[in-house]
Structure formats: C-alpha cells, structure tokens
C-alpha cells in the first residue's frame, strides 16, 4: 500500500516568509509525528498527533511553529516568519497508534532552504 | 525505552568484515526497541523490530540484533559488511505506557572498499 507522503519535497523560501508542509500519513494510521533533523544531526523530535489531537507539543522550537491534523489524516507543519536556522530536513511518520509499541513509518522528507 | 544511547557516532569498516553498532537502553519495563536506517537524502527505513517475542531478531538486509537484558543492550550486528550498507543507524525504544518511541542520536556507518 501507499506509504508516508511528504510534500514539497524540497522548498525554498526567503527568511522572513511563512512556509506549510504537508504529510499524508499511512490509511489507517492514527498518531502522527514531525520531526527535524539539521544537516548530519540526529532526529529532532517536534510534535505528535493522536487523532486531531497534539497531546505533544514540547518540541516545537518557538511560537513560529504550529502543527494542525484534519480529519484524522492529513496534516500540516506550519513555519512563520522563517529564518535561516530553520533551514532543515522535516520529516513525517506515521503509526498505527500513538504507543511506544508502534513503529513509526517516515515519509522521504521536506528539505526546507530559507535564504 | 526511556532513553536510548548510541556509543558511537561514527564506525567504519572494510567490506567483507562485520559490523557491531551500539545501543544501549534505560527502562523500568519491558521495552520495545527498534533499529532504522536512513541512506543519503532518504527516509528512515525500518531494519527491525523487538517486542519480547524472541531476544535474537532478524531485519531486512542481512542485519540482526540480540535483546540483552542483563546489559540493557540491543546491538545491530551483520557478519559481512557491504557497500551498500554506508548510511545513518538509528536504535529507537519505547514501551507500552509510552506515547511515541525515542530515537538515539545516531551512528554513522562507513564501508572501505
């Protein structure tokens, strides 16, 4: 079946500017997780849907970010006013519950270039 | 898990020759514990999984790992090495009355030719 989507898969935008990044999770898949991972570093974990809901959002590096899930699927990553050290690979995953039972499946990336 | 730690960040190898990539666990319960991979410019890709089934587990590609509780371990481990192996390893963990599984910071695996 059809895995974790992630669109754009690249952008580039000038500092200052709002970007949205979209994932579309695995049919079926009700928790959802963002994270960032900075050129040759580690998994920066950001926020986590269960459903609509972000019981989650001690990641979130300042107010400029926001995360909303709609309908249980799909959901949006939202950067205002963008500077240059957000410039990063954002990554989506997708499980089967919100649990650290659950492996999370991770869509191919957001390559985020603000200038 | 709780916390997952990766002792090295950088192991390299000749091809041909095994791997050993490090993962060390802290947990007060039974915990589940993965291992991903993530080639250049990709996604995280899972290798394994261990969820109390069996302590020696075997993933895709030719890797395994053996749950250690005794050393609260769960090494990756493939006995012959190959180019295609060059990427980023991640251990993760997690447990039944956490939300999401923790990943370590990552081991960068080279190959020699």
């Known amino acids: 079946g059809a895995g974790v989507s992630q669109s754009p898969s690249n952008k580039v935008t000038e500092k200052g500017k709002d970007v949205e990044l979209r994932c579309d999770p695995i049919?079926?898949?009700?928790?959802l997780y963002w994270y960032r991972q900075s050129l040759g570093q580690g998994l920066e974990f950001l926020i986590y849907f269960q459903g609509n809901s972000a019981p989650d959002k001690s990641g979130l590096p300042s107010d400029r970010f926001s995360a909303e899930r709609t309908g249980g699927s799909v959901s949006t990553l939202t950067i205002q006013r963008t500077q240059q050290e957000d410039s990063a690979v954002y990554l989506c995953?997708?499980?089967?519950?919100?649990?650290?039972?659950?492996?999370?499946?991770f869509g191919p990336g957001t390559r985020l270039t603000v200038t | 898990a709780q916390s997952v730690t990766q002792l090295d960040s950088h192991v390299s190898v000749s091809e041909g020759t095994p791997v050993l990539l490090r993962c060390n666990y802290s947990?007060?319960?039974?915990?589940?514990l993965f291992w991903y991979v993530q080639h250049p410019n990709k996604g995280l890709q899972l290798l394994l999984k261990y969820t109390s089934a069996a302590t020696l587990v075997k993933g895709i590609n030719g890797f395994e790992a053996e749950f250690k509780k005794s050393e609260t371990s769960f090494h990756l481990t493939k006995p012959s090495a190959h180019m295609s192996d060059a990427a980023e390893y991640f251990c993760a963990g997690g447990g039944s009355s956490a939300s999401k599984i923790i990943f370590g910071s990552g081991t960068r695996l080279s190959i020699r030719p």
């Open positions: 049919s079926g898949h009700t928790a």
């Open positions: 947990s007060s319960y039974s915990p589940s």
């Open positions: 995953a997708s499980s089967l519950r919100a649990a650290g039972l659950y492996e999370q499946y």
